[in-house]
């Protein structure tokens, strides 16, 4: 029952646009829902994120190019325009609960190549 579902990865051009979407079934008390990115051979970064009171952090590499948000507390959306190849990375949403822990999704792929 308990499940991140993600959507919107895929194969992009540089210079081009994807969003994505993750929805958290059933899951409570949800406190911060963001992104995060992984590569081959590259640590696990955050890219984005926002709370429940609607703040908003970014990586440096992203910011003025991607932007977080979410709804009804259930939703998290992730904008991202002007992709670079860098970019390239399975894309996990991550949900932080204040008492049942954090979950995570399964993660999108997300390529950005000519």
């Known amino acids: 029952q308990v499940q991140l579902v993600e959507s919107g990865g895929g194969l992009v051009q540089p210079g081009g646009s994807l969003r994505l979407s993750c929805a958290a079934r059933?899951?409570?008390?949800?406190?911060?829902m963001g992104w995060y990115r992984q590569a081959p051979g590259k640590q696990r970064e955050l890219v984005a994120s926002?709370?429940?009171?609607?703040?908003t952090n970014y990586a440096d590499s992203v910011k003025g190019r991607f932007t977080v948000s979410r709804d009804n507390a259930k939703n998290v959306y992730l904008q991202m325009n002007t992709l670079k190849p860098e970019d390239t990375a399975v894309y996990l949403c991550?949900?932080?609960?204040?008492?049942?822990?954090?979950?995570w999704g399964q993660g999108t792929q997300v390529t950005v190549s000519s």
């Open positions: 991550n949900v932080e609960t204040t008492y049942n822990g954090d979950f």
């Open positions: 059933n899951i409570f008390s949800i406190n911060v």
């Open positions: 926002v709370t429940t009171g609607g703040i």
